[in-house]
């Protein structure tokens, strides 16, 4: 499948999984391996830790749309922004003509009481923006880089959540619209990552299950980061070996190579596992060994994406094929 034709499939990609396996990192290289198609996505932060702006060098990501990168085709360019519920939520009362209302919640810091008697409100605000983007937004794709682990399910909850407590008002309104769009897998779809390690996939296939029983999302392939890349000869034998190293250092790389062999068997057992328990298909990511992250790096681990999505198929695409035969 072609990027391209991948991206189109739906309006928006929610990336999510456990805190530091890589969500920031691939919802930047989604947004790269899009604009490179020559789309326009837009790259959605909700926790406020300004965690995007530094793999692209510019400065803070600020609330109102900003271009942060223009990819070599002149037409396509990659947008941010950050949506936090204090943000959302002035923008929601000045909408409902509640102007004076925002002021005055700003100011006195009441905004955080409304948030805390009202659970989940928060998330539906974040949420509510979101789907205000999804609809309005002259980009192509959006991706939402998602708050970690277990606030994600609170979040992609919350509107479910509300529609149940909220039996009517502007409140049920805006809950039952987000959750339609959560539905709709041509509005959206999420994309959970994980490392290759024990712990994580254990959360990953759990978050999926939930995902689709509590919410009914759809789930993208799944992004499995950070794969050691084999390197042939690793366990070769170096017992015959004539090398003026000397015995002590052929044991140092002998162990080296051990261990780093044993690593690529481990990964390769949890992507095993993964593929076991959880039917859908696996986007593989390389670790990238450099000391920093940056645009280089984020151009690097989106080609291996591309090459990834080249080798799935999709129900879209398999009919597509079926048809031309
Ligand atoms: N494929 C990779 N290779 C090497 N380092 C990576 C890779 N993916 C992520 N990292 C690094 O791991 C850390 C966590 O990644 P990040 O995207 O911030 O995770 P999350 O957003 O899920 O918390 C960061 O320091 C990032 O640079
Ligand atoms: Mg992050």
Redesign the pocket.
Known sequence: MDPDEYFNRTRMVI?A????????????ALARLAARTGLTALLVEVDGRN?LAP?FEVGEIGYEEAVIASATDDSAKILARSITPDTALVEWLDDHGMKLVSKRLQKTGAIDVIATATPGIKDLLVLGKIKQLVVESDADIVIV?AP?AGHAMTFLRAPALLAEMARSGPINTQAHAVLAMLQDPKQCEVML?TLPEETPVNELIDTAFQLEDDVGIQLAPVVV???YPIIDGLDADLSGVKSNLGAAKIDELRAAGDFRQQRSILQAGQRARLAEMLPLEQLV??????A??GLP?IDE?ADALAEAIANIELPGAADETAGDQ
Not at 17 to 28: E, I, W
Not at 285 to 290: C, E, G, S
Request: no cysteine; proline share 3%.
């Open positions: 990336v999984g456990k805190g530091g396996v890589g969500k920031t990192v691939l919802s930047a965690a793999l880089d970690a990552v980061n950070g794969m990511l390389p670790y990238v060994f450099d920093d992250i790096q681990l």
